[in-house]
C-alpha cells in the first residue's frame, strides 16, 4: 500500500460561501459550546467554528443563526441549521507548532441568489468534508 504525502495550503482571507454541514453542541472549557462545521463551497474545506450556547441577539449564536436564518427564533433546532447557506468571513491564524489555520471570524447572510428563494429550493446537505486544519 502507498501513501503520498499531502501538502494543506490555508484559505486566503476574505469571504467565502459556505453551507452549515453540522451543529453540534459539546462541552467546552467555559460550559457548553456549539460547533459548527461549515462546508466552503468550491473547496473540499471543512472550517470548523465554536459559539457560545447562549442565543440572544448580543451573542455569537444569536448573530451567526440570524445570518443564516434570516431572524432569531425564539426556540432554536440545531437540525433548522443544516444545509443553510451563508458566507463565512476568513481569516488565518498561527498553531503552536509555527503552521497556518484558518478561523472563522464571522457569519453573514448568504448573497441574494444563493438563498432558497433565490435557488427555487432548498439546499443539500453538504457531507464528506476534510477538517481543513492541518494535521
Known amino acids: 500500500m502507498g501513501f503520498r504525502l499531502e501538502r494543506w495550503e490555508p484559505l486566503a482571507d476574505g469571504d467565502y460561501e459556505a453551507s452549515v454541514a453540522m451543529a453540534t453542541l459539546q462541552p467546552g472549557r467555559y460550559g457548553q459550546q456549539v ?40 426556540v432554536l433546532d440545531s437540525d433548522e441549521l443544516l444545509g443553510c447557506c451563508c458566507v463565512l468571513r476568513v481569516g488565518q491564524r498561527e498553531l503552536s507548532d509555527g503552521s497556518p489555520a484558518n478561523t472563522v471570524l464571522d457569519v453573514l447572510p448568504a448573497k441574494p441568489e444563493h438563498t432558497p428563494e433565490g435557488l427555487q429550493g432548498t439546499m443539500p446537505l453538504l457531507t464528506g468534508f476534510s477538517h481543513g486544519i492541518p494535521g
Open 35 to 74: 460547533r459548527f462545521d461549515f462546508g466552503v463551497h468550491g473547496t473540499p474545506e471543512t472550517l470548523v467554528a465554536w459559539s457560545t450556547a447562549k442565543l440572544s441577539p448580543r451573542t455569537r449564536l444569536g448573530r451567526w443563526v440570524t445570518a443564516l436564518l434570516g431572524e432569531l427564533p425564539e
